[in-house]
């Protein structure tokens, strides 16, 4: 799909996510990365692993520096600074993230940056560990580092509130080169900036050329949903199943009309792999009734559109699922004339 940078795990992990990330590098022509904490174990396994880019990271908050790290800042800048330089070394691309960026005291933030860029890291990448950040703060976080820096900025952002997406595109506003993502929007807690809804944004609404081919974005939701076994909300952005779905009257007539209406326009089905589908319930209206009618063969007059439409309508107001063969039962109960068959 023209994926830039696939993060394939973490070699020290084990020798089956080793062997996972080395079968990943020879496998693709994107650039593979792996991850590694400040370690010296991790960092030489990264690097054996065949990836092309090793992803160095260190916490920098406080509260992570001494209850989970337990060690001081010092110790933080000291130990980033070795695995850049050793992964600069071994001729590989080298990441550094501060992790929990956005708790991090902004002064020592700028400093650890400050020392990696100084020792040849390649990118910087600012990590809403905790999902704390807002689009406002999280973007001028993003511009105090691209400033303070000449390597290239990353974000990665986690959607706990919700805004990972948000944060993801206000990192692109202030200066950032690109954003770690999931399919799906998968990942730890409440998951990270989902792929699609980035990409999206970024084509759509942003006008932006990523090189993706986003119209394979419903085909790799699916095969992540499948393979992960976390299945995608319907209501979900983008590749939810009701993401291009018309129910309300109101909106069907439009979009019969004219999908502009109420489709965002800038994003259509076919842009993305999808399908348009007019879904039938209490607040379907008569367009997309007689609609359904005409793809299913039959003639009705206006009278009996409405007939089916009140029928369609209790169904669904009683919870019950209103199926296309349910339509057409109603049609031929009702009496209504089917198209003439032409043959040859």
């Given at each position: ?15 089956a996510e080793f062997e996972a ?55 933080a800048v000291e ?266």
């Amino acid at each position: 799909m023209g994926t830039h940078v696939i993060e394939a795990g973490f070699p020290v992990n084990s020798e089956a996510e080793f062997e996972a990330v080395s079968d990943i590098a020879a496998a693709t022509d994107a650039t593979v990365c792996g991850l590694a904490r400040v370690v010296d174990k991790d960092v030489e396994a990264a690097i054996d692993s065949g990836a092309e880019m090793v992803h160095v990271f260190v916490s920098t908050s406080d509260v992570q520096l001494e209850d989970s790290m337990h060690a001081t800042r010092e110790d933080a800048v000291e130990r980033a600074v070795n695995s850049v330089r050793r992964v600069k070394e071994a001729g590989v691309e080298c990441m550094f993230s501060p992790m929990d960026a956005t708790r991090t005291d902004p002064e020592f933030l700028i400093e650890i940056v400050e020392a990696v860029s100084e020792a040849g890291v390649d990118w910087i990448n600012i990590p809403d560990t905790c999902g704390v950040g807002t689009p406002t703060a999280f973007g001028k976080t993003v511009k105090a580092v691209v400033e303070a820096t000449d390597a290239r900025v990353d974000v990665h952002t986690h959607d706990d509130f919700g805004l990972a997406t948000a944060n993801a595109l206000a990192g692109f506003e202030n200066g950032a080169h690109q954003a770690q993502v999931s399919v799906n929007g998968i990942g730890e807690r409440a998951g990270n900036a989902a792929y699609e809804e980035v990409v999206m944004a970024a084509e759509s609404v942003y006008g932006v050329d990523t090189g993706i081919d986003t119209t394979k974005i419903i085909e790799l939701a699916r095969i992540v949903e499948d393979a992960s076994d976390i299945p995608v909300p319907a209501n979900k952005p983008v590749v939810g199943r009701n993401a291009f779905s018309h129910e309300s009257g109101i909106h069907a007539a439009g979009v019969i009309e004219n999908a502009d209406t109420f489709e965002p326009g800038v994003m259509t089905p076919e842009m993305v792999g999808a399908e348009r589908e007019f879904v039938l319930g209490k607040h379907t209206g008569t367009h997309a009734v007689r609609k359904h009618l005409n793809e299913a063969g039959f003639d009705p007059t206006d009278a009996e559109v409405r007939t089916v439409t009140k029928r369609i309508k209790k169904q669904g107001a009683n919870k019950r699922r209103v199926t296309a063969g349910d339509v057409e039962r109603f049609a031929e109960e009702e009496g209504i004339e089917r198209h003439e068959e032409v043959t040859v």
